[in-house]
């Protein structure tokens, strides 16, 4: 297979298209479709997804909870001040995190917050210079955070969240991601239930979305690209609907690129799917075979970024680069709190 590479993802975005706040009303963006054979394109509204589903169709929703994981307090030699955000948890008080300034957080550095009912201490320094750093608090930590800790959102919105649950989806059930999964963000629950209605069978899966699903793709050549683990679970349940679906010829349409890397990294060979969890670091760009995904509901991605590769697997980049140069012209909002795409 010939190089890939990074330049062969980007395109034009103006700065001014990155959505800066989430709309009123969640399943009001709007939405393209792209059809994935022939590159044609249709404009709709979100709940227009509607039309696009089918009886016997299986919606795979990531149910994973954002953690208000942005701790901002002071270094207590110095009272400097600190960042810290927490990204993953490797036993109970002690947490993989990116700090900021990170070169003076060297092991033993102490930090407080909220006037010191969280403290902190740097452990260790380990790869891509994160730092594992133990807590100590009175209490229950999740109520400590909750109470200190705002929502990380992406370094490309720079306004301030008003309401911490529009960073989250409403089947948000378990806590542990560093980032939403925000395709799911276009949901309601009234929608959700008339598609369940519809005869629309809806799985849930859980990846806890970790940073590196932003960090930049910095080799030129993508597949020198590294892929930061994610932990993920699938149910039972969730397997069984899924298998079901693709016996009786029903498409698998997954709510975001958290979704799909599960399913794919959960599967057999065959695209059969069993209970299981364990951490993925899987990349999927173009040249990849799909062995469950049959359609996908995504957010506009960054250019050059993993997820754009994601979507351009699916579809084809050139069919993916139009549609993106065409949802440019049209001013569709891009990112997190962006309009949506389907692809069918």
Not at 41 to 52: A, E, G, N, P
Not at 126 to 139: A, I, K, P, S
Not at 211 to 238: C, D, I, Q, W
Request: glycine share 8%.
């Amino acid at each position: 297979m010939e190089q890939l590479k990074k330049s062969d993802f980007y395109f034009e975005l103006p700065q001014e298209l990155i959505a800066q706040d989430p709309l009123e009303d969640r399943a009001s963006s709007r939405m393209l479709v792209l059809n994935k054979e022939t590159g044609e394109t249709k404009h709709h509204v979100f709940r227009d997804i509607l039309q696009y589903l089918v009886p016997g169709d299986c919606l795979v929703l990531n149910n994973t909870k954002v953690i208000p994981a942005r701790l901002l307090g002071i270094k207590e030699e110095t009272g400097a001040a600190v960042e810290v955000l927490l990204l993953k948890r490797k036993e109970k008080d002690v947490w993989e995190t990116l700090v900021r300034p990170g070169k003076k957080m060297r092991p033993g550095a102490k930090l407080s917050f909220g006037d010191g009912l969280l403290r902190a201490e740097v452990l260790e320094v380990v790869e891509e210079g994160n730092r594992l750093v133990r807590f100590e608090y009175d209490g229950i930590f999740e109520e400590v955070l909750d109470r200190l800790g705002e929502m990380p959102l992406p370094p490309y919105i720079t306004h301030k969240l008003q309401d911490k649950n529009r960073y989250q989806t409403v089947y948000a059930k378990y806590e542990g991601s560093a980032a939403a999964p925000t395709a799911g963000l276009h949901f309601t629950t009234e929608l959700l239930k008339e598609i369940e209605e519809m005869g629309v069978e809806i799985a849930c899966v859980t990846l806890h979305v970790g940073l590196g699903t932003f960090r930049p793709v910095k080799e030129e050549n993508v597949l020198e690209h590294h892929m930061h683990s994610e932990y993920y679970e699938v149910s039972g349940e969730a397997a069984d609907k899924i298998n079901r679906t693709k016996e009786r010829g029903g498409r698998v349409i997954c709510v975001g690129t958290t979704s799909a890397r599960t399913l794919e990294s959960a599967a057999d060979e065959s695209g059969c799917l069993r209970a299981s969890s364990g951490n993925t670091e899987i990349f999927i760009y173009p040249g990849y075979r799909f062995k469950v995904l049959d359609c996908l509901l995504t957010n506009f991605h960054l250019p050059e970024s993993t997820l754009i590769m994601l979507v351009s697997a699916l579809a084809g980049r050139e069919h993916v680069l139009t549609a993106y140069e065409e949802a440019v012209r049209e001013k569709y909002r891009f990112f997190s709190f962006g309009d949506a795409m389907f692809i069918k």
